[in-house]
């Protein structure tokens, strides 16, 4: 029936140019509200980079109309905060929320999400490149949540990647492990914590190794980001943007298999 719905509707009608979606994991639980010493939450940096990444796909005169972008909060549990949408206009800002983070159901979420978008797509006869999947948390697992489940979703997410069904980008919002030596208005982790939460971000590429690591003590680092995956995102559809580079600050993601094949 939905299906039915978007063929019925003037969306594909009107342009029927071939879509990327892109699904974006955003961890909004209580570590959000962080200012890792500088001016505002993690949360408010999140947005601003949200809001120029939004920008400049609607100023590209080609992924204005290409890009999907879907928006899911994480907090005990997980929701569409914006559903597949062109960028033709910024979304409501994200808030943190006080509690904790159920990432897997998030992810999950998501996965559901793409497949019901490409289910849309094939019933409307309309092309599409692969899917991306972008998850931005600072890795922390928390005891109410089940291990087990986690697992099977980083496993099933690395599967599609393997199979080119997927592009998955992990986004590892924490920085350095701050210890003892640094003082700002930041809860900071051990740095064997740290590595553990590294580790278990990194687990979501198929290779277990790639992620994008972020240092929170740059106060530009999430508008760098966006930056990053906007001229990732231009270059997957075979377009030449004018962008700076990203901040040095902003670790490459090593190995990145950009794939603009359909499935």
């Known amino acids: 029936m939905q299906s039915k719905k978007y063929l019925n509707s003037r969306e594909f009608v009107d342009n029927n140019a071939k879509r990327m979606p892109i699904c974006i994991v955003v961890d909004c639980s209580e570590s959000m509200k962080e200012y890792d010493g500088t001016s505002k939450t993690r949360i408010d940096r999140v947005n601003d980079g949200l ?16 890009v999907e972008v879907l ?19 910024n979304p409501t800002k994200l808030n943190y929320l006080m509690e904790k983070n159920n990432l897997t159901e998030g992810v999950s979420l998501a996965l559901d999400k793409i497949d019901e978008r490409k289910e849309i797509y094939k019933a409307a006869c309309i092309g599409y490149y692969q899917p991306w999947l972008i998850i931005m948390s600072d890795g922390g697992l928390n005891q109410e949540f089940s291990k087990n489940d986690f697992r099977m979703i980083q496993q099933e997410v690395r599967d599609r990647e393997f199979h080119r069904r997927l592009s998955v980008f992990p986004v590892y919002v924490q920085g350095k492990p701050f210890w003892d030596n640094y003082k700002c208005e930041y809860t900071p982790i051990k740095p064997e914590a740290y590595e553990d939460r590294l580790k278990l971000m990194s687990e979501f590429s198929r290779d277990g190794k790639r992620f994008i690591n972020v240092d929170l003590t740059d106060k530009n680092v999430f508008d760098n980001l966006f930056k990053y995956l906007y001229e990732k995102i231009s270059h997957f559809i075979g377009i030449s943007a004018c962008t700076s580079a990203p901040s040095s600050k902003l670790n490459e993601y090593i190995g990145m298999d950009l794939i603009d094949e359909e499935e």
């Open 51 to 66: 809001a120029l990444f939004y920008e400049k796909l609607r100023n590209n005169r080609f992924t204005k109309y290409s």
């Open 71 to 89: 928006l899911i909060q994480v907090g005990n549990n997980a929701k569409v905060f914006r559903d597949f949408s062109l960028t033709d206009s």
